[in-house]
């Protein structure tokens, strides 16, 4: 161990070597039910070439790594060593807004670049990044959007990855691919910029789009050291409506003509367990705010950017009001109290302290997949009957659905709120977390984002893929250095 951390210092300097017990701890393990264990070390790099260096250095030493570009708390395991012996690889000093290009509207950053960082600089130039629902202030940008964290504008997404575009790669055997538009000649950004490029097409070099295989591999294949993420204009008018609703299936065939003809841009259903954890502060305020709220909404963000922004927001919401009387709904801007300002000025902000899902008991653990939206209210029945079974409070159960890919797609996500210092209440949280998820695969829930257990649950149904990814894996990390545990590795 002493040979490693005088190479390690020789490489990032002693002051960026880590090995004191109490930091070592910190990320031995996150919120989620993943098994502890201390990393060896936690280095941080600053730049391209020192991420470089420790590849190569850890397929000699045949030394695990784990990538970790945000700060804590984490929620999926995969930023866990899944092996002995291991040095986390902590990206959060390269940390540099490298380029806002707002006549292209893109921006080019390095991964531990945070949203609270990243906003207010992408609105001096007038431009906005589509942001998971309340991420912390903490998360990394490219973090999320190469595990493909689900966005609140459906519209402007042409594909799951999106708005992710070029990359710049360090594989796990240590070399450098820039993908995309990027990929091609002079290799150096500041020459491609003179010659009017923006890393604005994903796709390529050649006929391969070598983006998609990092993305949702949690740090197993290769480690981002910058990434061109494409932005949305900043609107000049912004307005939210609520649809509420008695029951999820009142609202499904609402949404899916809304979502056809483009309508608003932030788009996402919500029961009223995981509005009153967005909104309300402290246990006794979460309770009693739920109580007021309908069982369930539609929020929908109606915006107007440079040409006649007041104009189009007010067409929109004639609009929607039109579809929605269809249905017998009716859009409004406030519900029992609830002003349309307040959840869109937390909707279009990083999520306060403590974190959202954190607020009520102080724990979460998640249960996420892809469907269509006319089976949620089908894996919705099941979650509360096994809820139920196992005495876990239904009415905790906080119920996110995000459409994706302009709604060709749906995240369906179940939050369950426990308190970590109940050892009672946590192991029945985790045994419904895993019941449930073996049980919402069955009946054909999509875990696109395999974390944890769900790894086995999806790689044990297709053979052939997992063959193939380990064929992948073999010529990208061939000493299987990056994350190994992680995935079907």
């Not at 192991?427 to 919402?440: G, I, M, N, Q, Y």
């Amino acid at each position: 161990m002493e040979g490693k951390k005088r190479d390690l210092i020789g490489i990032v300097g002693k002051e960026n070597v880590l090995d004191d017990p109490a930091v070592l701890e910190a990320y031995s393990w996150d919120q989620s039910f993943a098994l502890p264990m201390r990393p060896s070390f936690v280095i941080k790099p600053e730049n391209t070439g020192k991420v470089q260096e420790i590849v190569k250095w850890a397929n000699v030493s045949r030394t695990p790594l784990v990538p970790v570009s945000s700060g804590p708390p984490h929620f999926h395991g995969d930023t866990v060593p899944g092996a002995a012996g291991a040095v986390v690889v902590d990206l959060r000093r390269m940390n540099h807004v490298v380029r806002v290009d707002r006549k292209n509207r893109m921006t080019l950053i390095e991964p531990g670049v945070t949203y609270s960082q990243l906003q207010p600089e992408l609105a001096k130039e007038g431009l906005k990044l589509s942001t998971p629902l309340l991420p912390r202030a903490n998360k990394s940008v490219i973090a999320s959007l190469l595990e493909r964290q689900p966005t609140l504008v459906p519209k402007y997404q042409w594909s799951l990855p999106e708005p992710l575009r070029c990359l710049e790669i360090v594989w796990g055997n240590g070399e450098i691919l820039w993908t995309g538009e990027a990929g091609v000649q002079p290799h150096s950004l500041e020459k491609q910029w003179e010659m009017g490029m923006a890393q604005i097409n994903a796709m390529g070099p050649q006929e391969t789009d070598w983006h998609r295989l990092v993305s949702a591999a949690q740090g197993s294949m290769g480690i981002v050291t910058w990434a061109s993420i494409k932005c949305e204009l900043l609107p000049k008018a912004h307005q939210l409506f609520f649809v509420p609703a008695e029951k999820l299936e009142e609202l499904i065939d609402c949404s899916y003509k809304l979502l056809r003809v483009r309508l608003g841009d932030e788009f996402l259903l919500l029961n009223s367990s995981n509005l009153a954890y967005l909104l309300g502060e402290g246990a006794d305020g979460i309770r009693s705010l739920r109580e007021r709220l309908p069982p369930w909404v539609i929020l929908i963000g109606v915006a107007g950017r440079v040409i006649l922004p007041e104009e189009r927001v007010r067409v929109q919401e004639e609009d929607i009001k039109d579809i929605t009387k269809q249905f017998a709904l009716h859009p409004v801007s406030s519900i029992f109290g609830v002003r349309d300002e307040q959840v869109l000025a937390a909707l279009l902000q990083p999520s306060r302290e403590p974190y959202w899902k954190l607020g009520y008991k102080g724990g979460c653990q998640s249960i996420f997949f892809l469907t269509t939206l006319d089976r949620t209210p089908e894996f919705v029945s099941t979650m509360y009957t096994l809820a139920e079974g196992l005495r876990y409070p239904g009415q905790d159960i906080g119920i996110y659905i995000q459409p994706q890919h302009q709604g060709v797609a749906y995240h369906c996500e179940f939050n369950l709120p426990f308190d970590r210092d109940d050892q009672t209440e946590a192991a029945r949280t985790k045994e419904l977390f895993v019941r449930a998820s073996e049980e919402l695969i069955k009946k054909g829930a999509f875990f696109s984002r395999p974390y944890g257990i769900w790894a086995n649950l999806v790689y044990h149904r297709d053979a052939q893929s997992t063959i193939l990814l380990k064929k992948i894996k073999g010529i990208f990390d061939p000493n299987s250095v990056l994350n190994p545990g992680k995935l079907c590795f």
